[in-house]
């Protein structure tokens, strides 16, 4: 297997609305659908939205510009028909992020329905359709989302998604574990793709394996998603710079980081959220009306080892020292704060009585 030299993205590297394009950028005529893991949008604003979707790599070598930064465009319409265009632009897919594209858009309207697509080398994407959220103080009645998490391929086939995808909701919360890091079991419904991974391009080959799967994709195509991650979006069980098992630390984190880039590279994420460095700022708030604040949670990146070892181990006392953390000092901070200036208050303030026996 030939594997890529990990690149490390940060945010000079993370493609702007109008980065320029300059000599040497592809035009390509695309033979085959350079769309074949759809689209996805997400992290709905009021008067914005994420666009993302993924040129193909065997479309980008059948065109001879695997290596080469390629022109996406993007159109934002009123209708599934594209007859009423509302916004649209055009966005860099790198090379350095695997040809993904993550269009931050921009001026619409709060509480609105939009469709969309994108078109490079001559075709043409599946249209997407996404929503944004409600402006703030706007009185909202209801917001109707699904949450998921845990979807290990091996385990079966993605019935739910494809229910999911004809339900009316305003968006979808994934809690993580996106794809499971491990290797095929004896015992696969459908086996993954190789054994388990460890480097960029295999954690890009199981995000291209996940997405693949076209109920997956009707539900990323149907809703936006608001999405964190857990353990195995990197290594079971790991916490912070720890793996599940021992290694050598600094090559932890360069797995670590590998995960990190394909995670933001396969979801419909924003550039705040890029990795920087070895790390990667992916806990954010997100505001519906006047009905709910949304603080999404990293609680993996930051978090102190478990005190008494993984699964069912003897009680230990490590467990309750007071500095133990699972979001880490500074989101910690920052989750307190977003609680303190947040309008929306719980709808029973009052504790319940007590029951005594």
């Known amino acids: 297997m030939v594997r890529r030299r990990l690149a490390l993205p940060h945010p000079a590297g993370v493609p702007g609305p109008r980065r ?24 709905p604003l009021p008067e914005g939205i994420v666009l993302w979707t ?4 065997a479309a980008l070598a059948e ?5 080469a930064r390629v022109s996406v465009r993007w159109e934002v319409a009123r209708d599934e028909g594209f007859q009423r265009i509302v916004r649209s632009g055009e966005q860099l897919a790198l090379p350095e992020l695997e040809h993904s594209v993550h269009a931050e858009v921009e001026g619409l309207e709060p509480a609105c329905a939009y469709h969309y697509r994108f078109i490079a080398g001559g075709a043409a994407s599946a249209g997407g359709r996404t929503r944004t959220a409600p402006a703030p103080g706007a009185r909202t009645d209801r917001l109707r989302f699904a949450f998921c998490s845990c979807q290990n391929y091996e385990d079966g086939w993605y019935t739910a998604f494809r229910h999911m995808a004809a339900e009316d909701l305003e968006v979808v919360v994934h809690l993580g574990d996106y794809i499971y890091q491990v290797g095929r079991s004896r015992r696969a419904v459908r086996p993954h793709d190789g054994p388990e991974v460890f480097m960029l391009d295999e954690y890009r080959g199981r995000y291209a394996l996940y997405r693949g799967d076209s109920d997956l994709q009707a539900a990323h195509a149907a809703f936006p998603w608001i999405a964190t991650w857990d353990d195995h979006d990197v290594d079971n069980n790991y916490a912070g710079g720890v793996p599940e ?9 360069l797995r670590r980081t590998a995960a990190y ?17 070895l790390e ?21 990146q930051y978090r102190d080892d478990q ?7 003897p009680d230990c006392e490590g467990r309750w020292e007071p500095g133990r953390s699972l979001l880490g000092p500074a989101q910690e901070s920052w989750l307190f704060a977003q609680l303190r200036s947040s309008p929306h208050r719980s709808l029973h303030p009052s504790p319940a009585p007590s029951v005594r026996a």
């Open 245 to 253: 098992n021992e290694v050598d630390s600094e090559a932890f984190l």
């Open 54 to 57: 993924r040129l193909s790599g």
């Open 20 to 43: 320029a394009r300059r000599r040497g950028d592809a035009a390509p005529r695309f033979r085959s659908s350079p769309f074949e893991l759809g689209v996805a949008s997400g992290d």
């Open 280 to 300: 990667m700022p992916i806990f954010r708030a997100l505001r519906f009306g006047d009905l709910m604040s949304m603080s999404v949670l990293d609680t993996r």
């Open 261 to 277: 880039q394909a995670y933001y590279e396969f979801m419909p994420l924003r550039r705040s959220s890029a990795p920087r460095g």
């Open 63 to 67: 065109a001879g510009t695997l290596l």
């Open 307 to 313: 005190a008494c070892g993984d699964r069912f181990k």
